[in-house]
């Protein structure tokens, strides 16, 4: 069972940047609804959105790193991957099922 699948992306955004990002390079930004990724330690410097569910510059590396595989399967997306189980999540947001695959991966 999925047990993602009521989340919101902004809470999928939150668990993946705990895991994925260094502690103190991202902040969370619960008014926006954002979650903030710094690109220097102190905050100060540049920032942007994190958004690995719906970003590309964000999810591939998670994804090429994890061994995460993305098929394409009667007009739907399909996450897999088989290092220690088979875990596969289907859906039409090629990103967002993947975070949900890596999050199951670490049993988050």
């Known amino acids: 069972m999925n047990k993602y699948t009521e989340l919101s992306d902004f809470e999928i955004n939150k668990k993946v940047a705990y895991l994925f990002l ?14 903030m990724y710094f690109r220097s330690g102190s905050g ?19 994804i090429i790193e994890n061994g995460i595989s993305m098929v394409r399967v009667n007009n ?4 897999r991957q088989f ?9 039409d947001n090629y990103y967002r099922i993947a975070m949900e ?8």
């Open 101 to 108: 695959v890596y999050l199951l991966m670490n049993g988050k």
């Open 22 to 35: 260094d502690v103190g390079y991202y902040e969370i930004d619960s008014y926006r609804h954002e979650v």
């Open 76 to 79: 739907t997306w399909s996450a």
């Open 44 to 62: 100060k410097g540049l920032y942007r959105d994190y958004d690995p569910c719906n970003n590309p510059a964000d999810a591939m590396p998670i």
């Open 83 to 91: 290092n220690n189980h088979c875990i596969e999540i289907n859906g």
